[in-house]
């Protein structure tokens, strides 16, 4: 065999494993062009979306190029959505989905999401994480997580996976082998897990193992270390933890695709080049990696898009997601305290702040969120404020002028998102409660302590969809 038949051979081999993103709204001639030379899948996020509608042209003309090519997508619903970036999510996350706790309604929502990514021309969608949040400081996965109980975790993994793929998408079971017990952001460093292989197997392995049960068509490799299989390398570059737990232990015959690989836990280590190892073919040619290795997950790729499009060949994919069972979850997940309830519903416009945090990188920072908007709609002359950590510290924002001022002789309304994980955001609650025992406290996050006295809804999470929850208990016009 000529060496430019061989190279281009390997090259197709290469591509094939491969999955890149792109930006803007229509396919770059570079990624047609790949497409043509055997790039097997693309994965989408929020800068190539605008509708559902445009992304099912968008896929139909990458698709143009090869009827079977994957196309994937990061959308999990709740505060990391890439469907509705720009609207926020019409349905909850996990963390309400896990509060309500009825497998159905998981499934209900997930099916909703199913036919909406199958209308647009998605085929595999990088959801549900099935990380067990295990440590309530984890900067990365907090509400993403069905909770922290590794049974609920698994249950509604296993709903989670039945329904989006009974819509014809398949799901991807992330981080594994479990992100929800460390403290570091993996978009910036590596985080650690270092418990033993008891404790792993307890806590953190049970969503997984469900997972595969239910017949998951892909896991994704979380970019953490995992001393008790392998000390040296994360778990997206150990054959121990892919291979020997996953694999043989767990028994996972499926897809394994890895977290974004430019992420700082592999980069800040290996480079972009060794975290991929780019250009696979010198990878092969120089004795790094066996060609057969390349070719047996070249093989995986093409069973698994076969599988894809004969589920398109099969038929449309039912009626579009709008049949509200987004909202309805959203409505089951917010909570009360009891000085909430007698506090409500609100009858004059109120001062709505909010109190921002700086969120992780899997949250889109274009992705709105709230009680303010829907609070304005159901109440006229509703005002807010928008206030963030560093404002304060710097003393440029302060609560007396820019939220206690303003609300003098209105209700107060207080949004938190995740307080008890940031001191500034805490302090500031305290502070506005003191002088407005009043003021009705809305968190959005993971629930902190909570006191009797204490006038408090929680949402579970900060989508559109619970948002709206949130402003309707206020309003009295829906009751959880």
């Known amino acids: 065999m000529s060496s430019s038949k061989y190279s281009s051979e390997l090259r197709r081999l290469a591509l094939s494993v491969l999955q890149p993103g792109f930006v803007g709204t229509e396919a770059p001639d570079w990624i047609l062009r790949d497409i043509g030379d055997g790039l097997a899948s693309v994965v989408l ?76 021309g998605v085929s595999l969608d990088y959801a549900p994480s099935a990380d067990v949040n295990s440590n309530p400081d984890n900067p990365i996965i907090g509400v993403r997580s069905f909770g922290s109980d590794p049974e609920v975790v698994a249950r509604h993994t296993t709903a989670w996976i039945r ?30 897990y270092p418990a033993g ?10 969503p997984f193992r469900a997972a595969v049960a239910a017949g998951v068509r892909a896991v994704m490799s979380g970019h953490l270390l995992v001393p008790a299989y392998d000390p040296d390398l994360p778990a997206t570059l150990s054959r ?46 120089g004795g790094e990696l066996p060609e057969e290795r390349l070719a047996e997950a070249a093989g995986r790729v093409r069973e698994f898009a076969r599988w894809s499009a004969g589920l398109r060949a ?38 709505v702040v909010e109190l921002a945090p700086v969120t992780n990188m899997a949250i889109g920072k274009e992705t709105p969120w709230g009680v303010a908007e829907p609070l304005r709609e159901r109440l006229p002359g509703t005002t807010s404020v928008r206030v963030r950590g560093q404002e304060l510290e710097e003393g440029t924002v302060a609560l007396e002028s820019c939220a206690l001022e303003p609300a003098v002789g209105r209700p107060l309304v207080i949004v938190a ?29 993971l629930p902190g302590t909570t006191t009797v006295a204490a006038a408090q809804i929680f949402t579970h999470g900060a989508s559109a969809a619970s948002g709206v929850a949130a402003a309707e208990v206020l309003t009295a016009a829906s009751a959880p």
């Not at 009974?166 to 985080?191: E, T």
């Not at 292989?197 to 049970?206: K, Y």
């Not at 309830?341 to 609100?346: E, F, I, T």
Request: with cysteine; net charge negative.
């Open 45 to 120: 996020f929020s800068r190539n979306i605008v509708s559902t509608e445009q992304v099912a042209r968008l896929t139909a003309r990458l698709r143009a190029e090869n009827p079977d090519l994957i196309v994937a997508i990061d959308e999990e619903a709740g505060d990391v959505t890439r469907i509705e970036s720009a609207t926020g999510s019409s349905r909850p996350g996990n963390f309400a989905l896990g509060t309500v706790d009825d497998a159905e309604l998981t499934e209900a929502v997930a099916a909703d999401l199913g036919r909406q990514l199958r209308t647009a």
């Open 163 to 192: 329904g989006l793929q009974s819509s014809g998408v398949a799901a991807c079971a992330k981080h594994f082998p479990g992100h929800g017990d460390v403290a570091v952001d993996s978009h910036h460093d590596l985080p650690a």
């Open 197 to 206: 292989l008891d404790e792993i197997a307890a806590q953190a392995l049970p």
């Open 240 to 285: 121990r933890i892919l291979h020997g737990l996953l694999r043989e232990e767990l028994g996972f015959d499926g897809l394994v695709v890895s977290d974004a690989i430019e992420m700082g836990a592999v980069t800040r280590r290996y480079g972009i080049d060794g975290a991929t190892v780019k250009a696979l073919t010198a990878a092969v040619t």
């Open 314 to 351: 099969a038929g449309a994919a039912g009626d579009a997601a709008g049949d509200g069972i987004g909202h309805v979850a959203a409505r089951r997940a917010v909570r009360l305290t009891g000085a909430a309830r007698a506090a409500l519903p609100l009858t004059a416009a109120p001062h």
């Open 417 to 445: 998102r995740d307080a008890a994980r940031h001191t500034w955001m805490s302090r500031a609650v305290t502070g506005l409660t003191a002088a407005r025992p009043d003021a009705i406290v809305v968190e959005m996050g």
